[in-house]
Nanobody, 126 residues
Framework: QFRLVESGGGLVQAGDSLRLSCTAS????????MAWFRQAPGKERDFVAA????????YYADSVKGRFTISRDNAKNTVYLRMNSLKPEDTAVYYC???????????????????WGQGTQVTVSA
């Protein structure tokens, strides 16, 4: 079993920053590409950012490019999402996800990720 636990969400004002963390346990962390998705009430789960197993290759949704940064620390089994210049439309539950494979081909489709965390709420007020 590969367990993912997110933390770092909260209530912030527009323009503020947050850093989300997702700590993994139960499997070899650097055998997995990692991603962040988000889901707002009544909407589908959307891709936010992904990072390959080594931390070298990243990919972002257009809506967050230039504001969010994904990174990972394989020694700590943790992936991060640094979110700057937050907007009210960033409000959602943020999930981390893992996809097996030491590949640089990053996926944006939720169904291609095998493991998921429970999510952490991010609320951005205007």
């Amino acid at each position: 079993q590969f367990r993912l636990v997110e933390s770092g969400g909260g209530l912030v004002q527009a323009g503020d920053s947050l850093r989300l963390s997702c700590t993994a346990s139960g499997r070899t962390f650097n055998n997995y590409a990692m991603a962040w998705f988000r889901q707002a009430p009544g909407k589908e789960r959307d891709f936010v950012a992904a990072i390959d197993w080594s931390g070298v290759v990243t990919y972002y949704a257009d809506s967050v490019k230039g504001r969010f940064t994904i990174s990972r620390d394989n020694a700590k089994n943790t992936v991060y999402l640094r979110m700057n210049s937050l907007k009210p439309e960033d409000t959602a539950v943020y999930y981390c996800a893992a996809r097996a494979g030491q590949t640089t081909l990053l996926r944006t489709t939720p169904t291609l990720y095998e493991y998921w965390g429970q999510g952490t709420q991010v609320t951005v007020s205007a």
